[in-house]
């Protein structure tokens, strides 16, 4: 079954501070992409990883994506209010079947103006 | 586009009532997914499917049926409601070839009340 670790669970910051989410698997991952919700909202899609050791940058957002491919990380610089929400990393975590497209516990963001 | 769309947005279910929720999306994508939300937690996969015609469960299918008899539409059934699927449920869609699943685009939800 899905065995996909997203830490830390919630992270308080001051606007300005950085942030960083982690995602781990215990299988190799074809790929990983990254979600993200605001409060009361549904996922939309920031970015997919596809290569080992890959780097992706968008704006204050970078995305990393294990040599193993087996873990990924989504680091915010100068956090915004309008960076508040929850981050998900998802992907096919199954190991034995590359359809099944599982979503980690995601990181609760909360940015103090 | 409409993209994903849901029906209902909102309902409240006694207990061993049924329903079906509804999913359409006009993107012409191979893949659909049901996930639940449950408050303050992340999305668990209820059931997926590759094509019309094709399903297989996901990590929670129990007490819920899917069918997707074409492209566009992949309704999800719950049978004997239970106060367990009080939860947020969303249908997701995407286009993937192989290994490579696609970016997953979602419906806006359908919040269930099982009282």
């Known amino acids: 079954g899905q065995q996909v670790m997203q830490i830390p669970q919630y992270q308080h910051v001051q606007e300005g501070e950085d942030f960083t989410t982690y995602c781990n698997s215990s299988?190799?991952?074809?790929?990983i992409q990254w979600y993200k919700q605001r409060p009361g909202g549904h996922p939309v899609f920031l970015i997919q990883?596809?290569?080992?050791?890959e780097v992706k940058k968008q704006k204050r957002l970078t995305f990393q994506f294990g040599e193993a491919k087996k873990n990924s990380s989504l680091h915010i610089t100068a956090t915004q209010t309008t960076d508040v929400g929850t981050y998900f990393c998802?992907?096919?975590?199954?190991?034995?079947?590359?359809?099944?497209?599982?979503f980690g516990s995601g990181t609760k963001l909360n940015v103090k103006p | 586009n409409a993209g994903v769309t849901q029906t209902p947005k909102f309902r409240i279910l006694k207990i061993g009532q049924s329903m079906t929720l509804q999913c359409t999306q006009d993107?012409?994508?191979?893949?659909m997914y049901w996930y639940r939300q449950d408050p303050g937690m992340g999305l668990k996969l209820i059931y997926y499917?590759?094509?019309?015609?094709?399903?297989d469960k996901g990590e929670v299918p129990n007490g819920y049926n899917v069918s997707r008899s074409t492209t566009e539409d992949f309704p999800l059934r719950l049978e004997l409601a239970a106060p367990s699927q009080t939860s947020v449920y969303f249908c997701?869609?995407?286009?993937?070839?192989?290994?490579?699943?696609?970016?997953?685009?979602f419906g806006e939800g359908s919040r269930l009340t099982v009282l």
């Open positions: 997701a869609s995407s286009y993937a070839l192989g290994d490579n699943t696609g970016e997953l685009f």
């Open positions: 299988t190799t991952l074809s790929n």
């Open positions: 990883l596809v290569k080992s050791g």
């Open positions: 998802a992907g096919p975590f199954h190991r034995y079947n590359f359809n099944k497209f599982y």
């Open positions: 993107m012409n994508h191979n893949y």
């Open positions: 499917s590759v094509g019309a015609g094709i399903t």
